[in-house]
Structure formats: structure tokens, C-alpha cells
Nanobody, 123 residues
Framework: QVQLVESGGGLVQAGGSLRLSCEAS????????MGWLRQAPGKDREFVAA????????DYADSVKGRFTISRDNAKNIVYLQMNRLKPGDTAVYYC????????????????WGQGTQVTVSS
């Protein structure tokens, strides 16, 4: 069982930056692929970024590539999402999630989910 708690959301102006954090419980954190997904009002939840258990492989949605960076600290059981050059279109609830396999990590089928943190980008 893995419990995930996100933090770091808030209100920011377009062009600004935020860093989201997700702290995980448990001693097997490094075994999990960690992902960030988001859901905007009236829209389906979508993949944002993912990182392999070792941190050596990352993947990003085209919409955030070059602006967002996912990273993890396995010693601290934390995964981060650094978000730069934010746009109003990035406004959403951001979820941290964990799954056992890298295969199909973009599908949104994760085993464990955090409660979500709101990110609002004003124009």
C-alpha cells in the first residue's frame, strides 16, 4: 500500500513557476513509476509526466515538454514537478500517482493516487 500526499499548488500569473511535491509512504518507493496527471474543469484527466523508479527515464506530454520537469528523491520518498512558463491552459487539479510498470504509463491507469492539488494560472 502506498499513500501519496501532494503539496505546492496555488495561484500564479501566466509566465510564472510552481513546484509541486508528492510525498509517498512506504519503504518500496523506488519500485514505483511515478506520474503526474491533471484534470481541468469539464475535461478528462490527462497525462502530464512520468518518471521511472530509478529516475533514469522520464516522459512528458507534448503540451508541457520543455516547460515542466519531473524528478524524484528516492531517499526522501518524494517526487517533484517543476512547472515553468505556466499558461492559463495549465489550470487544473494535479494528481500524483504510482504504478508498478512503465508500460502504458500514459494511460492513466495507476494503482495509487493522491488527493490532488489545485493549480490556477491567471492571464
Amino acid at each position: 500500500q502506498v499513500q501519496l500526499v501532494e503539496s505546492g499548488g496555488g495561484l500564479v500569473q501566466a509566465g510564472g513557476s510552481l513546484r509541486l511535491s508528492c510525498e509517498a509512504s512506504g519503504r518500496t518507493f523506488s519500485r514505483y513509476v511515478m506520474g503526474w496527471l491533471r484534470q481541468a474543469p469539464g475535461k478528462d484527466r490527462e497525462f502530464v509526466a512520468a518518471i521511472s523508479g530509478s529516475g533514469g527515464i522520464t516522459d512528458y506530454a507534448d503540451s508541457v515538454k520543455g516547460r515542466f520537469t519531473i524528478s524524484r528523491d528516492n531517499a526522501k520518498n518524494i517526487v517533484y514537478l517543476q512547472m515553468n512558463r505556466l499558461k492559463p491552459g495549465d489550470t487544473a487539479v494535479y494528481y500524483c500517482a504510482a504504478r508498478g510498470s512503465w508500460l502504458n504509463h500514459r494511460t492513466g491507469e495507476y494503482d495509487y493516487w493522491g488527493q490532488g492539488t489545485q493549480v490556477t494560472v491567471s492571464s
